[in-house]
């Protein structure tokens, strides 16, 4: 989508992308020549078509939604190490971002829960290379 | 007065950039699968999965490298059917790392990642409306599960597709024309008639369609050991594609894959010979293209 100053005919730049508020969004855009200014606000209807593109909108990459679909269904959902007190490395976490963001729970709980069996506080990749070989893969 | 296309970029949104990234990272992803296969219908409930699961094992039995991607995010069956549904996932330096049988046939499926007793369903801000938006969010799903799974070096990609004649299409155009598509029919005029539907349909889509399998053509009857009839059958339909082989319903081989069993342990009936001589009919079809 587009928004083209009719008086200067020149294309507005998006400026800025508010914070989604009940599913609405509010992307502000400006003229280059004459600084005027409009903001296209989206219902929540829109704002779920875009974004089931699985894409953010605007320069900040803003987020419209939880990116993880299955969030509700998946205990622990929050940041690796929040609740299990397993902490990750820089290195496996790397890892961890490199998956499918709808997997990255089950997969950081699945890995959180091997570590602690094994008295392991911390994941780094000698345990997740465990993991893959105990696992059968 | 400017034109929609009298103005380059996208207007600052980095959708379509977006959207191209990720097809990069799509066919980066699978830039290693030599086929890609998809298995489809249009019809539900003509065996598309178990079909799906023996050419897996047919193949790799004549050493090729195979994985199969379960595209049923609603109604998957490959997790189980492969035992793999307690499998955690793990991240690898690639990506998910591929889980794999025993027989070493690769499985990603989201049965792997949503229990059986809860539905596939989407945080949304219309979650009400979801007919709308629905069909584009799996498109999407499926696609970060295609660019973040390490698929690695593959001779075969079986990709099960789910029912509908349209969402047939659907897939054909979003796994573009490197995806070869095998339709699976039963042997009675409703199941053709569905499937005539699914090959009109194709004729659209850049894909090409290897042929038809004739899948639960009688089944194998334990007691005397002899196929016997399922379905009135009829040839009144022409499909106007090539007859890939005809499979006969096995209980033992059903049975096996209900229980996540191997299937070459099963596979003592007569319907082994006929999967491995569909998987046969499409490597030769695949090869002569």
Redesign the interface.
């Known amino acids: 989508m587009k928004f083209l100053c009719v008086l200067c005919d020149q294309p507005m730049k998006l400026v800025e992308v508010a914070p989604p508020d009940r599913g609405a969004l509010s992307v502000l855009y400006e003229c280059p020549e004459c600084a005027h200014r409009i903001a296209m606000l989206t219902n929540p209807f829109e704002t779920q078509m875009v974004t089931s593109l699985g894409v953010e909108i605007g320069p900040g990459g803003e987020k419209t939604e939880s990116k993880c679909p299955f969030s509700a269904m998946v205990p622990g959902a929050g940041a690796p190490g929040a609740e299990s007190g397993v902490t990750w490395t820089a290195s496996a976490l790397r890892r961890l971002e490199r998956i499918p963001e709808f997997v990255r729970p089950m997969a950081r709980g699945g890995i959180e829960r091997f570590a602690r069996e094994r008295g392991l506080s911390e994941v780094d990749e000698a345990v997740l290379d465990e993991a893959k070989s105990f696992f059968g893969m | ?2 034109s ?1 296309f009298d ?1 380059a ?7 379509l950039e ?2 191209r990234a ?1 097809q990069s990272r799509i066919a980066a992803a699978l830039a290693g699968v030599r086929r890609m296969v998809a298995v489809g219908s249009g019809k539900g409930g003509v065996g598309k999965s178990t079909l799906t699961l023996q050419l897996a094992h047919a193949l790799r039995e004549d050493g090729a490298s195979v994985a199969i991607l379960d595209a049923d995010l609603n109604g998957p069956s490959q997790a189980r059917m492969t035992g793999l549904g307690s ?14 049988t ?1 027989a070493g046939i690769g499985v990603v499926s989201m049965g792997l ?3 059986e007793s ?1 539905a ?7 979650a009400g ?1 979801s007919y ?3 069909a ?2 799996e498109f ?2 499926l ?3 295609l ?3 390490a698929w690695g070096p593959l001779d075969f990609l079986l990709v099960d597709l789910p029912p509908g004649a349209e969402r047939t299409v659907q897939y054909a155009e979003f796994f573009g024309a490197a995806a070869a598509l095998v339709l699976v029919t039963l042997p009675s005029d409703l199941s053709r008639g569905v499937v005539a539907r699914s090959v009109a349909g194709l004729r659209r889509a850049p894909n090409r369609v290897l042929g038809y399998v004739e899948n639960m053509k009688g089944y194998c009857c334990s007691e005397c050991g002899s196929v016997r009839p399922l379905f009135a059958e009829s040839s009144a339909i022409d499909l106007g594609i090539p007859c890939l082989g005809a499979v006969p319903f096995d209980p033992a081989l059903a049975a096996a894959c209900d229980r996540g069993e191997p299937l070459p342990a099963a596979a003592a009936g007569p319907a082994w010979p006929a999967v491995r001589s569909v998987a046969a009919a499409i490597r030769g079809a695949l090869e002569a293209s």
């Open positions: 007065m400017k929609y103005i970029g996208d207007g600052g949104s980095r959708v977006q959207v990720k499998v955690a996932p793990v991240p690898g330096p690639d990506g998910l790392v591929l889980p794999r025993a990642f949503v229990p809860a596939l369903d989407f945080e949304s801000v219309a409306d709308v938006w629905r584009t969010k999407a799903v696609g970060d599960l660019a973040g799974v």
